[in-house]
């Protein structure tokens, strides 16, 4: 009788980042993994949603800073029955008798982490990263792995020169095999012999003339013996800068070339951009896939109320109340109000945790702050409205062709010409941004 091939058991690894600097002040206090995204999502919520669709439901979440939220989100999202192996499990950064200090970087935080989740005995570790926008086969990454005898993979997306400079590039050879690593090349250096070999490149004439370098996507796949072994005995603190570099000399690293869509959602811009894209009639991540759906937070909300409203590609999320206003490429997070004779173009508004009660409402009116929402007669144009903002009656932001320099502006955040409204802000009738 032939003897029965080994058990491959997964556990995925996503890292929650650092302290998120680039996407302040949306992490000045939540995690970037705990960022609403779409309306109605988290951003953590992509990466998980991947694994579940993939077979893959052993998850720990490796977080360190504003974990707060996270957590909240995580523990009323993610409940397996008692019938499934199934869990999401967070790990928030520790100190211990062994070690005295924080994670120091993606390596670090697997390192200082990796007596809670050996005990599952993996044969494979999948480690992704918790800002990220794409949808994949993380099944078929596998597949691809063990069918190339790696020890680790790493998944990558073709990009142009100029893009090389903002990732990590991988020098591979015709089998696909990383012979070098380099994380964020220099704009002036000649990278005319790391270009993706003929062989595998595909046919489209913009991958061919333009897209003719491999980026790394900062997902792995790793043996466990050899993550293991590569973080062992060593201070690296960091995959794409260190452990992968020196790793391609001793071991058997792959690429994996990803050609669906692929985002890192990094700083405002990207943020902004990845969320107005949705809007589109045919955006290039798609909510709408009943097989492989975007799990998140389910709430029981009522319907959106619409009181009149001209709305023109926009998404709207549950539990909103719209009165007669007009939207416009935007995106309309969970209970939003918006009154009447407001316009929002270009527009990402998070929504907000609750409801104002009466007399809640009446206490705002006896101190002369405006309501939780959008207030009547606004006109607010390419601007990202956080969590519980209160916005008042003729309020007008980034219509008048004012330019700020980016930073911060005490009421708002300037960031590439988009004005970020702070979490909880209140902002005065007339106001004028």
């Not at 009788?1 to 206090?29: F, H, N, Q, W």
């Not at 589109?280 to 009943?290: A, K, L, Q, R, S």
């Not at 939003?336 to 809640?360: P, R």
Request: net charge negative; glycine share 8%.
């Amino acid at each position: 009788m032939a003897k029965d091939k080994k058990k491959i058991r997964v556990v995925s690894l996503i890292l929650g980042g650092g302290k998120g600097t680039r996407l302040y002040p949306l992490t000045k206090e939540r995690s970037k993994p705990a960022v609403s995204f779409g309306g109605k999502y988290r951003l953590v919520d992509i990466p998980i949603s991947n694994c579940i669709n993939s077979g893959f439901k052993k998850i720990y979440l490796l977080t360190q800073y504003n974990s707060t939220s996270l957590h909240h989100h995580i523990t009323n999202s993610y409940n397996f029955d008692r019938f499934s192996s199934g869990f999401v499990e967070i790990l928030a950064a520790e100190q211990t008798l062994e070690n005295d200090s924080f994670h120091q970087g993606t390596a670090d935080s697997v390192r200082k982490s990796f007596q809670h989740f050996a005990v599952q005995n993996p044969t494979h570790y999948l480690i992704l990263s918790g800002d990220q926008l794409y949808h994949m086969d993380l099944k078929a990454f596998l597949d691809h792995h063990i069918k190339t005898g790696a020890e680790v993979s790493v998944a990558a997306t073709t990009v142009t020169r100029e893009e090389a400079s903002r990732y990590g590039l991988m020098k591979i050879n015709n089998a696909g095999r990383i012979q070098e690593f380099k994380e964020k090349p220099s704009i002036d250096l000649d990278l005319t012999d790391w270009k993706i070999p003929k062989s595998l490149r595909e046919t489209n004439v913009e991958d061919i003339n333009q897209k003719e370098y491999l980026a790394s996507m900062g997902i792995y796949i790793f043996n466990a013996k050899t993550l293991e072994e590569l973080l062992n005995g060593n201070d690296s603190k960091d995959f794409g800068k260190e452990i992968i570099p020196n790793a391609v000399k001793t071991h058997q690293i792959f690429s994996y070339i990803f050609d669906g869509y692929w985002e890192d959602i990094g700083t405002i811009k990207s943020f902004y951009e990845a969320n107005i894209k949705l809007t589109h009639i045919d955006p290039e991540f798609n909510f709408y896939d009943e097989e492989e759906p975007i799990y998140t937070h389910p709430r029981n909300l009522p319907p959106s109320k619409i009181n009149k409203a001209i709305i023109k590609s926009t998404l709207t999320s549950e539990g909103c109340i719209i009165t007669d206003a007009n939207l416009t490429h935007s995106v309309i997070g969970l209970r939003s109000v918006i009154e009447n004779g407001t316009v929002l173009d270009h527009v990402v508004m998070m929504g907000a945790d609750f409801y104002e009660t009466k007399d809640e409402k009446n206490e705002n009116l006896e101190q002369g702050v405006p309501n939780l929402g959008i207030g009547r007669n606004c006109n607010i144009r390419k601007t990202i409205i956080d969590k519980n903002a209160h916005i008042g009656d003729n309020v007008r932001i980034n219509v008048d062709g004012n330019e700020y320099e980016d930073g911060d502006h005490g009421k708002f955040y300037s960031a590439d010409g988009i004005i970020v409204i702070r979490k909880g802000a209140y902002i005065p009738s007339g106001t004028v941004i």
